[in-house]
């Protein structure tokens, strides 16, 4: 601040502080409807931030921007305060409105802007600075661990205000941890806890943490672990053909999943190591048969080890007849005929004497009943019913 500038601050500090003298004893009254208008203000640490003074009515009266420690920035257009951070975006009678660059921790509080009427009106505006969260990082695994292992992942960040919250995906599935926040100075360390026991399952998934906060809604601050998990061998046989038969082309794959690799395989037949036997190939994994005849027919074993295990499975190899494929089935599907016309010719024979007992019973109620309607009595009802059937009898009789 040059020496005009010094002396000009210095008038305008004086003027301000008589009138806030008068108007204090009354003997100057103010002008109505000159009041300052401001707002609150949150950005970034290490952004910018811009404090407006608006007064809806002014004559010609002065406005005055102060920090939270009472320190004058600028009265008017003149800059009263040191600070190369600090410049003006625009002065007026009813604007006043600054800047603050690269903004730290420290700067933040209550700023003042006062309009020098009689009395002084004031206006108080918060300026908030948010702490960015630092990168997070991941420790408290060793690799590689074994399966069944208890580990516990650790995430932490510094340096957040107000205090971050740390969130746990295993692959993009959330996870539950155990969160920790501890003040530090202005700003917050947060350190989140995930506990595990890991298993075959847990072997190359990436477990991340990830900073979620205020200050990072553009690009979220995360870290990511991928697991490494030890394990012994699994293995099954897959088959090309599910009804070998002679003269075709079988391959047998042996499928093995363990950490580390289980390499190499080793096949045997009925517990003798098999080697190559011109149609049939060992390579690997893979168990190839050219051209299958009977003699293949056995019990084929893949065995896979790791320094922590071994593991085997069986494949039981039976070659079949073509021919004898074909008149099986044959024999199947005239078996299946026969047994449907047996079952077709019963149920007819249930429906037709069903029918005849239905009709036959009903002849010997009706003749029941023609004794049972002129008797006095049960008695009576039952002789005239024998009567009756001993006539149909003779009746019978006579007509044959």
Partial sequence: MNLKNHVIFTLYTIYGILLKVMASKGKIRGVSGQYPLVQNVTVTEGGMANMTCRVEYNDNTSLQWSNPAQQT??????????????????????????????VTLSDEGMYTCSLFTMPVRTAKAYLTVLGVPEKPEIDGFSKPAMEGDHITLTCMTHGSKPAADLRWFRNEKEVKGA???????????????????????DDGVPYTCRVDHE????????????????????????PSLGVPQEGQYLKLECMSRGNPSPDPVMWTKDGVELSDLGRVIVEGRELTFTLLNKT???????????????????????????????????????????????????????????????????????????????????????????????????KKEYFI
């Fill in 73 to 102: 920035l600028f009265f008017g257009d003149k800059k009263a305060l040191r600070d190369n951070r600090i410049e003006l975006v625009r002065a007026s009678f009813s604007e006043l409105t600054i800047s603050i660059s690269d």
């Fill in 179 to 201: 969160k920790e926040v501890n003040a530090s100075g202005k700003t917050f360390t947060v350190r989140s806890s995930l506990q595990l026991r890991v298993d075959r399952n």
């Fill in 215 to 238: 200050a990072l809604e553009q690009a979220p601050q995360q870290a990511t672990e991928v697991l490494e998990v030890h394990y012994a061998p699994q293995v099954k046989i897959v």
């Fill in 296 to 394: 293949d027919n056995g019990t084929y074993r893949c065995e896979a080890s790791n320094h922590l295990g071994s593991s085997s499975a069986e494949y039981v190899l039976y070659v079949y007849d073509p021919n004898a494929l074909g008149h099986h089935g044959t024999d199947h599907a005239l078996i299946g005929g026969v047994v449907a016309v047996v079952v077709f010719v019963t149920l007819c024979l249930i429906i037709v004497l069903g029918r005849y007992l239905a009709r036959h019973k009903g002849t010997y109620l009706t003749n029941e009943a023609k004794g049972a309607d002129d008797a006095p009595d049960a008695d009576t009802a039952i002789i005239n019913a024998e009567g009756n059937h001993a006539h149909a009898e003779e």
